[in-house]
């Protein structure tokens, strides 16, 4: 079951960022097909937030087609996120932590890591668009 | 479905208004959030819904009635006072008694029950307990009156962090439950930011801003740039505030359905609820919001 946390002072709205942390949990094989999302209750529970906001992410969620709601019983996951299967990610995953460790043994520390990790993905995922 | 309407309501004391022309409505199933600055009349409207007090001028219904004439509508509602007016001297399972004795939709097992989870002993003297307790005691109260509608003054009001958050999980784990509509006051914002998703702004006994939190914020935008521009911006849109310095202006502005088309020099960003709200309160003239749509809730 996936586990809600809030970042109070990021100014992302509190029923994006549950969309946001159902999403990156799909991505990364946390939630998977026929998934029981928590309840509204036991969210509010954890979160002491509005019941109404988590009803509104999940909406958004069912609204993308990636979860769907079932009267009496809870809402569901529908499909899953990601081009890769679970055992991609692993392979991907190990590949990645090797390069992190030459890095580190390059004399990277944790931000010029993520500062160069994020430059790059810029710069492929960006090819073919319009860079003016 | 709209659960409480006032309509040009005002109430005078001693010849100085407390709260005048206030017209706003509450929709179904909504946490509202009633704040302004002491003295701006949020006791005095709440007191006013449940019938303590009467109009000067206007009226308030409450579930299609008015409150201070038919008692009929207010078993379905629950009020705790800012002061939470327990009996100091009575065990916590006197005050469920006196509570059972008093509300004629009494549940006592949902009492028993929340009291039992708050680890709460009954058989305390309710003197004995602690802030958060006592605040846990009277909120439990509240709720076993099985309320279709729960108006709390300054709920938060003297509790330590870890109390104020208790009590909101408690009260949005009832919400989550029946489905109530909740009113609470408080004059701390950022108390509200993640419970609240109605916001009712009260200064100097006038409504200045009633809406859906999330409309409210997706309205407004913080605008920053040459203050030379700012006359121009500030003539084209809706401005609440306005602070300028000799070279930079900030605008805090209403804007409609489209982003606003601006010189680049201008700085767009998104605004929170406590800056929306400071903006409102510092600018006690500044045009209230068009009349609050009754929002399907």
């Known amino acids: ?39 509204a209750k036991e969210v509010v529970d954890q979160l002491a937030i509005n019941p ?13 087609g990636l979860v769907a709601g079932r009267p009496g019983l809870g809402t ?23 390069w992190v460790r030459d890095a580190r043994s390059a004399g990277l520390d944790s931000e010029d890591v993520e500062a160069l990790f994020a430059s790059v993905v810029l710069d492929s995922f960006r090819v073919g668009e319009d860079t003016a | 479905m709209t659960v409480l309407t006032a309509t040009g309501l005002g109430k005078k004391y001693r010849g100085s208004w407390a709260l005048r022309d206030c017209s706003v409505s509450v929709p179904a199933g909504r946490v509202v959030a009633l704040v302004g600055p002491n003295g701006a009349g949020k006791t005095t409207l709440l007191h006013l819904v449940v019938g303590l007090l009467t109009p000067t ?10 409150a201070d004439r038919d008692a009929q509508s207010l078993a379905r509602v629950s009020f705790l006072a800012q002061d939470k007016p ?58 076993a009156k099985r309320p279709e509608l729960l108006l709390l003054d300054e ?75 700012a006359d121009g911006v500030a003539a084209r849109m809706t401005t609440v505030d306005d602070s300028r310095t000799d070279r930079q202006a900030t605008l805090l502005v209403r804007i409609g359905e489209r982003q606003p088309a601006l010189d680049p020099r201008w700085t767009v960003r998104g605004v929170g609820l406590e800056e929306l709200v ?20």
């Not at chain 1, 109404?52 to 993308?64: I, P, S």
């Not at chain 1, 569901?76 to 990645?96: I, K």
């Not at chain 2, 609470?184 to 509200?192: A, G, K, P």
């Not at chain 2, 400071?278 to 809730?297: C, G, H, K, N, Q």
């Open chain 2, 57 to 66: 001028v206007g009226s308030v219904d409450v579930f299609g009635a008015r």
């Open chain 2, 155 to 229: 709920p938060l009001a003297n509790l330590d962090p870890l109390a104020r958050h208790e009590v909101m999980r408690g009260l949005m784990a009832a919400v989550a439950e029946t489905g109530m509509t909740v009113v609470l006051s408080s004059h701390v914002v950022s108390d509200l930011e993640n419970t609240c998703d109605w916001l009712v702004v009260l200064n100097g006994g006038r409504v200045q801003v009633s809406g859906d939190i999330d409309e409210l914020i997706a309205g407004h935008r913080l605008l920053s740039g040459p203050a030379e521009l």
């Open chain 2, 86 to 143: 327990l009996y100091d001297g009575f065990s916590v399972a006197d005050m469920l008694r006196l509570g059972r004795r008093l509300n004629p939709r009494w549940d006592q097992e949902l009492a028993e029950k929340r009291l039992g989870e708050l680890r709460i002993p009954l058989r305390r003297k309710v003197g004995k307990l602690s802030g958060g307790q006592q605040a846990q005691v009277a909120l439990t109260i509240a709720l």
């Open chain 1, 1 to 39: 079951m996936i586990d809600f946390r809030l970042d109070r002072g990021s100014g992302v709205a509190t029923y994006l960022q549950l969309v946001h942390q159902v999403k990156h949990a799909l991505r990364l094989g946390v939630l998977r097909p026929g998934d029981r999302l928590p309840t």
């Open chain 1, 76 to 98: 569901f996951v529908q499909r899953s996120l990601g081009g890769a299967s679970v055992a991609e990610h692993a392979r991907l995953r190990d590949g990645l932590a090797g």
């Open chain 1, 52 to 64: 109404n906001t988590v009803l509104k992410a999940y909406r958004e969620l069912e609204r993308e």
């Open chain 2, 278 to 297: 400071l903006a409102y309160l510092r600018r006690p003239e500044a045009a209230t919001l068009p009349r609050p749509m009754l929002a399907s809730a």
